[in-house]
């Protein structure tokens, strides 16, 4: 299975500005898929992103708040822009390398909280 | 929407079997279904998947009823690190995305 390194693990960041959360992957992968969790709740998909074309958002979600690139089959970042307390959450990245054979890989997440 | 549903929490003695119920009523014939858990502050681990039949890994047993509709995950000698939020989750293999539901919190209890 792949190994998924994200960062930064933790911030704590001031409302209004933005962080940029990186995901790296050790194998090429298609598609790379972010979440949120929200304190004490399940994972929601923000969104899904492939190489070279513009993410697919959620509903609830959109370009401007969470923007993301996906420069390569390896890497990702997603934005979380203007922020409010609101915003505080664990986001994480995962992948499917093995196409379902194995299930998804989960990075271990980024907590950010908000002040 | 999640396709699934599961008791929120359950309790399991240290050292027997846990078994935990996923009903899919309304899982299609091309959908399998997968079992992961996540471990408080970590990213949510893979266990298992199945079609129709059930499955074994060093992890978990996977039992799927015959019309396919529930399913049931088995520790087969719970452990305190197995406490964690089990998600049951129905989707088509290839390249398709999770949508997780709400989970059900498992308690290992000494």
């Known amino acids: 299975s792949a190994v998924i390194s994200q960062k930064p693990s933790r911030d704590i960041c001031q409302r209004g500005t933005s962080l940029t959360i990186q995901c790296q992957v050790d194998s090429q992968v298609t598609m790379m898929f972010w979440y949120r969790q929200q304190p004490g709740q399940s994972l929601t998909l923000i969104a899904t992103a492939n190489q070279g074309s513009e993410a697919t958002y959620e509903s609830g979600f959109v370009i401007d708040k969470f923007p993301i690139s996906r420069p390569n089959l390896t890497f990702s970042t997603l934005t979380v822009s203007n922020m409010s307390p609101e915003d505080s959450s664990i986001y994480l990245c995962?992948?499917?390398?093995?196409?379902?054979?194995?299930?998804?890989?989960f990075g271990s997440g980024t907590r950010l909280t908000v002040v | 929407d999640a396709k699934t549903t599961q008791p929120p929490s359950m309790d399991c003695a240290e050292g027997r079997a846990a078994n935990l119920p996923c009903n899919h009523s309304?899982?299609?014939?091309?959908?399998?279904v997968y079992w992961y858990r996540q471990i408080h502050s970590q990213g949510p681990q893979y266990i298992i998947h199945g079609l129709k039949n059930n499955e074994t890994n060093e992890m978990a047993s996977l039992i799927i009823t015959e019309d396919r509709k529930s399913s049931t995950l088995i520790l087969p000698h719970a452990t305190l690190r197995d406490t964690a939020v089990y998600y049951c989750i129905v989707r088509v293999a290839v390249a398709d995305k999770i949508i997780f539901g709400k989970g059900t919190r498992l308690h290992i209890l000494p």
């Open positions: 309304t899982i299609s014939g091309n959908e399998y």
């Open positions: 995962s992948v499917d390398p093995d196409r379902g054979l194995n299930g998804y890989t």
